[in-house]
């Protein structure tokens, strides 16, 4: 957390990989004990309700339908730090499952999925308000069977997230979807794994090893890419220089819009007064010169840029 501090990140959503029930029990409770220190901001459930079609790096013999049960005991072991469930909503109990979420306050965002254009609509009537890593792991936009892409980037009521690291997204997709949902829609995010800011090598991602070549994590079985080593600094000087989004549209894409998806936006996503003081100093190439936290400077900043912030 220390690492993505650094590169600008001051609010953290802890996201699981898919495991075994007992040990899915186990790494939410632990979190959640993080979430009431402060250090994250929620826990996302990333799988085990998933599509095996779709299930990227998730191993998909642990995967399962979303079960009534099987939610209300994670809920009751995140002890109310489960912000956000992932779920391929074409599953059996999926759409029930959306509104059980929805019902304790819990984000359900759809994701993983190998859902029919018409399903998806389904899903977002049902009360699904996000897309999770939007292209990823979903099945593709086709001209007769549109699928969730376009269910998702046609709604309003609908986040669409991107991974911008130039390896998950052509940057013509990228584009396409701060076209197609405008910024105010998209959220900008790492997908980070245990590797960023670690370097090329060996890992494990729940049970499934990983290769980290020039900074692009993949499966070592099949190759599929699994996570990243994205930092938001760099997610968002990419939007700015690559994609030529408007820096104004960017800073909310990477910070004004997860806040108030996740709805925690009356403390955090924007300089204003009564928030707290989480900014992010950038030079005039974008990248970071400094961050605060909390009203304290955690990076050493320059002496002009302190004048200039806090004057």
Known sequence: MEFHRSHGTTTTIGSTVTMALPEL????????????????????????????????????????????????????????????????????????????????????ALGHTDSSYEQAREAIDAGVTVATHLFNAMRGLHHREPGPIAAMLESETIAVELVNDGHHLHDAAVELAFQAAGHSRVSLITDAMSAAGAGDGSYELGALAVNVVDGVARLADNGSIAGSTLTMDSAFRRAVLVNEIPLEQAAVAASGTPARVLGIDDLVGSLEVGKRADLVVLDDRLNVAGVMSHGRWITEVPAPLVNQVTS
């Open 25 to 108: 029990e186990r790494a939410v409770e632990a979190m959640s004990a993080l979430v009431q220190d402060g250090l994250l901001a929620g826990i996302h459930l990333e799988g085990p309700f998933i599509s095996k079609a779709r299930c990227g790096a998730h191993d998909p013999a642990l995967l399962r339908e979303p079960e009534e049960h099987v939610i209300a005991k994670l809920l009751e072991r995140g002890h109310g730090a489960i912000k956000m469930v992932t779920l391929a909503t074409e599953l059996n109990g999926g759409l029930r499952a959306v509104r059980q979420l929805t019902d304790n306050g819990v984000i359900a």
